[in-house]
């Protein structure tokens, strides 16, 4: 069965941290290019960072640059987000899912900035 199971979000305050995980299964991991994408409440979900099959190119939203990094462990079928400085404006919930040809989205996980 396909899969995407997300965890590590939660409440933080503005300027702090935060690390998600995705766990996927190796039908949607392997060999693909992957995605954190977000989705606040009233918008559109976006593309925040993606990253190669090999973990060796990177891309970012202009609005995460320089303060998220994506990475992959592909032994562990697994993509991380750290999340760093973050703001009130970064609040959503977010997903991982391939970049191209993407599968059925898992439940995301919640991302509250606020003090």
């Known amino acids: 069965?396909?899969?995407?199971?997300?965890s590590g979000g939660g409440l933080v305050q503005p300027g702090g941290s935060l690390r998600l995980s995705c766990a996927a299964s190796a039908s949607i991991f392997s060999l693909n290019p992957m995605g954190w994408y977000r989705q606040a409440p009233g918008k559109q979900r976006e593309l925040v960072a993606r990253i190669s099959t090999t973990g060796g190119i990177t891309n970012y939203a202009d609005?995460?640059?320089?303060r998220f990094t994506i990475s992959r462990?592909?032994?562990?079928?697994?993509?991380?987000?750290?999340?760093?400085?973050?703001?009130p404006e970064d609040t959503a919930v977010y997903y991982c899912n391939r970049v191209y040809a993407m599968v059925t989205w898992g439940q995301g996980t919640q991302v509250t900035?606020?003090?």
């Open 1 to 6: 069965q396909v899969q995407l199971v997300e």
């Open 113 to 115: 900035v606020s003090s």
């Open 73 to 87: 462990d592909n032994a562990k079928n697994t993509v991380y987000l750290q999340m760093n400085s973050l703001k």
């Open 63 to 66: 609005s995460v640059k320089g």
